[in-house]
């Protein structure tokens, strides 16, 4: 990210020159705006989320007084659409709405709010990287999202931090969110700018355990996009679901498992730019990986899988965050950590619309009495085909445990590759500690710095 993390790895920046910049117990994560249960209630009561109850939309234009003739009125309600009255609010893409993965997971989010709010109208860009869009700054497409009528806008990846606190100091009466970054935590940001990411460690540790459980080989390999804190502490908590559940749930012993990263440069290809993914997914298969987890935006891992499980080699994926990702290849499914971002969005965006927007650095649980609550849980797991009956009863317990804080696997002693401590012996490590986590774990095989 730009200001701690390195969201644009060196090889990228080397390639693109100056188009790019530096920048896409109990349980430690607790929501700082969870949805309460008497919310959730209300909301089951009356059809409409609880989020958006207390916000009303604009009345429809009707003829105000009866001596108004009847064309006339029918006129005056003909010249005044929809879209004059809505509350437009909009989104910055990093990738393509239909990518199968965070993209479209984040569209999916913005389009639940559109349908909950009424009078609401939403609006975006994608595709703002330097592949598809060459010399094109996050805070060109904010102008173009303002020029029809924004008054609220998400950025959705880690390198748009610099421009969307550009674009927010510019437009002080147009509020902000920046999804995953940590400008707030940081100071940096600012007043009508927040920060939202999920605890997707703990899908990752979800997914980490699944592979754990159901590989027959020992061998389980990470296809990972660019390095930086986010994607490190993802990879951590991969590796640290798939220990446990190897070492205490499998019985196994530690040293006959093996955990690989390997870093593609990007979250998604950019030929000549970044390694192929297939290639990488190819490779990990090759050298006897049996699962493949997937840490890009893209859908290789599942696709090259199943190539192979077609071509007589049992090789399992589980794919990253978006619910649908099984669905490209239900057999070699084991499951798919995702983002849920429709509630969330719902809540900081009809307080926008409300008048009472506060600015905050938003790190949020899931909803431990449903992860998959499609109304109330930012980040599910949701469990695959290829995934056994029995191991889907074990990945079951060990989400209960996560959820009760009967298991922190944030616990020490960790160490980090180079041996230095990560968290001590006892001691449990808090969310700065793994927020700017800065190396992988002793145990991963892979880089952990560009």
Not at 193 to 204: F, L
Not at 291 to 315: F, H, M, Q, R
Not at 354 to 364: E, L
Request: charged letters at 15%; hydrophobic letters at 45%.
């Amino acid at each position: 990210m730009k200001r701690v993390f390195a969201r644009w790895p060196a090889l990228l920046a080397l390639a693109l020159g100056s188009l790019l910049a530096a920048c896409g117990g109990t349980p430690a994560s607790q929501p700082t705006k969870a949805p309460t249960a008497a919310a959730a209630a209300t909301a089951a009561a009356t059809s409409v989320p609880a989020a958006t109850a207390a916000v009303t939309s604009a009345p429809a234009a009707t003829a105000a007084a009866t001596s108004v003739p009847a064309a006339t009125a029918a006129a005056t309600a003909a010249a005044t659409t929809p879209a004059d009255d809505a509350y437009v609010f909009g989104m910055v893409l990093v990738g393509p709405i239909n990518d199968g993965g965070w993209n479209q997971a984040q569209y999916e989010g913005m389009k639940y709010v559109e349908s909950r709010i009424p009078g609401s109208k939403f609006v975006y860009i994608d595709k703002v990287n330097p592949a598809d869009r060459p010399n094109f700054k996050v805070e060109q497409g904010i102008d173009e999202l303002l020029a029809k009528g924004a008054k609220f806008v998400v950025t959705n990846s880690a390198e748009f931090s610099d421009g969307t606190n550009i674009a927010a100091t510019a437009n002080p009466k147009v509020y902000f969110v920046h999804a995953s970054g940590d400008s707030v935590l940081a100071g940096k940001a600012p007043a009508n700018v927040s920060n939202i990411m999920g605890r997707m460690e703990y899908g990752k540790m979800m997914a980490g355990c699944a592979a754990a459980l159901q590989t027959n080989t020992g061998k389980i390999s990470y296809l990972g996009p660019l390095i930086d804190s986010e994607t490190r502490r993802l990879v951590n908590a991969a590796y640290l679901g798939a220990k446990y559940c190897w070492t205490d749930v499998r019985g196994k012993p530690a040293d006959q498992l093996a955990f690989k990263v390997t870093w593609i440069g990007f979250w998604f290809n950019i030929p000549g730019v970044t390694l192929d993914p297939t290639q990488v997914a190819n490779d990990f298969i090759n050298g006897g990986s049996d699962v493949i987890l997937s840490g890009i935006d893209t859908t290789e891992a599942i696709v090259e899988a199943n190539k192979a499980t077609k071509a007589g080699k049992k090789i399992y994926a589980i794919p990253y965050d978006f619910k649908a990702a099984c669905e490209q290849a239900p057999e070699v499914c084991l499951g798919v950590p995702y983002f849920n971002w429709g509630p969330t969005y719902l809540k900081v965006i009809s307080d926008a619309k409300a008048g009472t927007f506060t600015q905050s650095w938003d790190w949020i649980a899931p909803d431990w009495t449903n992860i998959n609550n499609p109304d109330t849980s930012i980040v599910g797991f949701e469990k695959g085909k290829a995934l056994s009956a029995d191991n889907q009863a074990k990945l079951d317990d060990f989400i209960k445990k996560l959820a009760d804080g009967s298991l922190n696997l944030y616990t020490g002693p960790l160490s980090y590759q180079d041996g230095t401590p990560f968290v001590a012996a006892g001691a449990k490590a808090d969310d700065k500690t793994v927020w700017y986590t800065t190396q992988l774990l002793k145990g991963v095989d892979g880089q952990s710095a560009p």
